[in-house]
């Protein structure tokens, strides 16, 4: 895409994250400076437009971002300005705050989510997971056929994972015999913050031929390790939605708080995925109905051997995705230090 398509493009966003309004060519040429005649901007739109990044509104000849067009812009921004974003300032009272030598790690979590809430003016949701586990001490895949394995795991507190993998490949015994070594010599009594770490590092070096196998692996893990961990949720800042006029639909209002009240499902949005540093889902790349005009952004953090979790904020599509980014990490960062 030509830089001229990127700056309307990306003025569309601006405009729209401001007003929550389409917005017309003219318009865009009074508002922003774009060196083009409002004709040429109007071209640019409709060939925006049958790219699938903006979309024109039903009750007027302006335009609105898509998600796929949020997407390109979240990508850009990802890509180019990081570096900037993630300058974020800590203020000292909020280094205070969540200064490990003078808080417990549960008074740690809900101050930092209540402090994302009001740095964002958004919802904001933390869930901490508290480990039972702490290592794996013992793992082994055994053979049962040429395409199917018996995932065997042991861990500390006695659970003990037994599962069938099946395979549309042939695994010979030597190439077993060496998956079994590498496994235990990298997963076996390391600490299980570091487990499914090793994993992913495994899948680009010793073991990259067997990806698909380690991704199967490290799902029967954490289906069963995070089954047997505690899990708070913490969600502040519900009222903010009334920030967004799209939430004076009173119905729209009553469906998100009540999917927030709703643990099972802010599990399944929050995920189960405790490495991803920054997770960012828009609109339809939501799998709750629900959320299907919202964005989910969410980062990691890792207080302690114990305590590890995700914090984040759940607004309308169309957030100030520099801002809000760049607080989440400023947070993050800071519960990781």
Request: aromatic fraction near 8%; glycine fraction near 2%.
């Given at each position: 895409m030509n830089d001229r398509k990127l700056k309307i493009l990306f003025s569309i966003i601006d405009s729209y994250i401001i007003d929550g309004e389409p917005i017309g060519s003219k318009s865009l040429a009074d508002t922003y400076k774009l060196d083009v005649s409002p004709a040429t901007i109007r071209n640019e739109m409709s060939s925006l437009e049958k790219m699938g990044l903006i979309e024109k509104a039903h009750s007027s000849s302006g335009r609105l971002p898509s998600d796929k067009g949020y997407r390109m812009f979240v990508d850009y921004i990802l890509k180019n300005e990081m570096e900037d974003i993630s300058k974020a300032k800590k203020s000292e009272t909020i280094i205070n705050l969540l200064d490990k030598n003078y808080h417990n790690a549960e008074d740690i979590v809900e101050t930092a989510t209540k402090m994302l809430a009001e740095l964002t003016n958004l919802t904001a949701?933390?869930?901490?997971?508290?480990?039972?586990?702490?290592?794996?001490?013992?793992?082994?895949?055994?053979?049962?056929?040429?395409?199917?394995?018996l995932l065997l795991a042991v861990f500390d507190n006695g659970l003990i994972v037994k599962d069938s993998i099946y395979?549309?490949?042939?695994?010979?015994?030597?190439?077993?015999?060496?998956?079994?070594?590498?496994?235990?010599k990298t997963m076996v009594e390391t600490d299980i913050n570091e487990v499914y770490n090793n994993l992913n590092l495994l899948e680009i070096t010793l073991l990259n031929d067997y990806k698909s196998l380690l991704e199967i692996i490290e799902k029967r893990l954490q289906s069963q390790s995070f089954g047997k961990q505690n899990r708070e949720i913490q969600i502040e800042g519900l009222g903010n939605i009334f920030n967004f006029k799209e939430y004076d639909d009173l119905s729209k209002a009553r469906?998100?708080?009540?999917?927030?009240?709703?643990?099972?499902?802010?599990?399944?949005?929050?995920?189960?995925?405790?490495?991803?540093?920054?997770?960012?889902?828009?609109?339809?790349?939501n799998k709750?109905?629900?959320?299907?005009?919202?964005?989910?952004?969410?980062?990691?953090?890792k207080i302690n051997n114990d305590v590890i979790g995700h914090i984040g904020v759940i607004g309308l599509t169309r957030i100030n995705y520099i801002e809000v980014i760049s607080d989440i990490m400023m947070i993050s960062r800071l519960l990781n230090d």
């Open positions: 949701v933390s869930m901490t997971h508290k480990n039972e586990i702490k290592m794996i001490v013992n793992m082994e895949l055994i053979r049962l056929s040429d395409s199917q394995l395979l549309d490949y042939e695994i010979t015994p030597d190439e077993l015999l060496f998956i079994n070594n590498v496994l235990k469906d998100f708080i009540k999917l927030l009240d709703s643990k099972e499902k802010v599990n399944s949005f929050l995920g189960n995925n405790l490495y991803d540093k920054l997770d960012i889902t828009i609109g339809y790349e709750l109905d629900e959320l299907k005009e919202n964005t989910v952004i969410t980062s990691s953090f």
